[in-house]
C-alpha cells in the first residue's frame, strides 16, 4: 500500500496513494490502523483523494476499522470529493461512516468529537460527584 502518514496528538492522516482499494491494500491498510490504535490513537483520517473504487474486501475492512474507532470513542474520517465512490460507501450501510470533503473538516470533525467525549466525561463526573436528582418522598 502506498500511503504517507502524519501523527499529531489527536489523530492519524494517512494520505493514501492508491486508484483501488482493493487486492492488498484492505488487509495493509487494517494493519497499519491497527498499529496505530495500540500507540494510542482512536482518531484515524483517511485522506482517498486518489482512490476511485472499493472492493468488498476494502468495504469490510473500513466496517471493521469505523467500528474500532467508535469502540475506543474515537472517529474514521474518510476523506473525498468523488461523488461515486461517495454514493458507493453510503449504500455499503456501515454505520455513522464520516466522509468529508476536505482534510480541513476531518480534522474539525475530530476536534468536535474529542470536545464531545470530554463535555460527556464531565456529566459522567457530576453524576458520579452526587449530582442525582432530589426527589420528595411523598
Not at 489523530?11 to 498499529?35: H, M
Not at 500507540?39 to 468495504?59: C, E, F, H, P, R
Amino acid at each position: 500500500m502506498n500511503y504517507t502518514i502524519e501523527k499529531n496528538e489527536q489523530y492519524a492522516l494517512i494520505r493514501l496513494a492508491e486508484s483501488e482499494f482493493g487486492g492488498d491494500v484492505p488487509t495493509d491498510f487494517e494493519t497499519l490502523s491497527r498499529s496505530l490504535f495500540r500507540s494510542g490513537y482512536s482518531n484515524i483520517i483517511v485522506d482517498m483523494a486518489s482512490l476511485q473504487t472499493v472492493d468488498q474486501a476494502g468495504v469490510s475492512t473500513i466496517r471493521k476499522i469505523n467500528r474500532q474507532c467508535s469502540n475506543e470513542l474515537g472517529l474514521l474520517v474518510l476523506v473525498t470529493k468523488n461523488d461515486e465512490l461517495i454514493e458507493f460507501l453510503d449504500t455499503a450501510n456501515i454505520s455513522d461512516l464520516n466522509i468529508l470533503p476536505t482534510v480541513e473538516e476531518a480534522v474539525d470533525a475530530v476536534f468536535m468529537n474529542e470536545l464531545e467525549n470530554d463535555f460527556r466525561s464531565e456529566e459522567d463526573d457530576e453524576y458520579d460527584a452526587g449530582g442525582s436528582i432530589s426527589r420528595d418522598a411523598d
